[in-house]
């Protein structure tokens, strides 16, 4: 069973920066599809960044030109890069992996999840 491990969170005003990392227990972690959630409270499950088997990137708007997911295959991590960070980007964020499908973009298609790490920006 994959296991997947988030941290790095924390708090930081806005225009900060946070580096998250998701480390996989799982070696064939990398032919799959990876991606990051958020959840702030009273609200759904959001995607935020995607990155699939050959490493092509996607990401939602709200954080396009801010964020960038990237992985290490030799340390099995996944990591998002968090620049200019706003007050609405406070969460919950989770790491997600799909096993069974090919697109990780919907929260139903990631199979195994992590246990998130917390985000919070202040004014």
């Known amino acids: 069973q994959v296991q997947l491990v988030e941290s790095g969170g924390g708090s930081v005003q806005a225009g900060g920066s946070l580096r998250l990392s998701c480390a996989a227990s799982?070696?064939?972690?990398?032919?799959?599809?990876m991606a990051w959630f958020r959840q702030a409270p009273g609200k759904e499950r959001e995607g935020v960044a995607f990155?699939?088997?050959?490493?092509?990137?996607t990401y939602a708007d709200y954080v396009k030109g801010r964020f960038t997911i990237s992985k290490d295959n030799a340390k099995r991590t996944l990591y998002l890069q968090m620049n200019s960070l706003k007050p609405e980007d406070t969460a919950m964020y989770y790491c997600?992996?799909?096993?069974?499908?090919?697109?990780?973009?919907?929260?139903?298609?990631?199979?195994?999840w992590g246990q998130g790490t917390q985000v919070t920006v202040s004014s």
């Open positions: 799982e070696y064939t972690y990398s032919r799959h599809c």
């Open positions: 997600g992996v799909a096993i069974f499908s090919r697109s990780c973009y919907e929260t139903s298609q990631n199979d195994y």
């Open positions: 990155i699939n088997s050959l490493s092509s990137t």
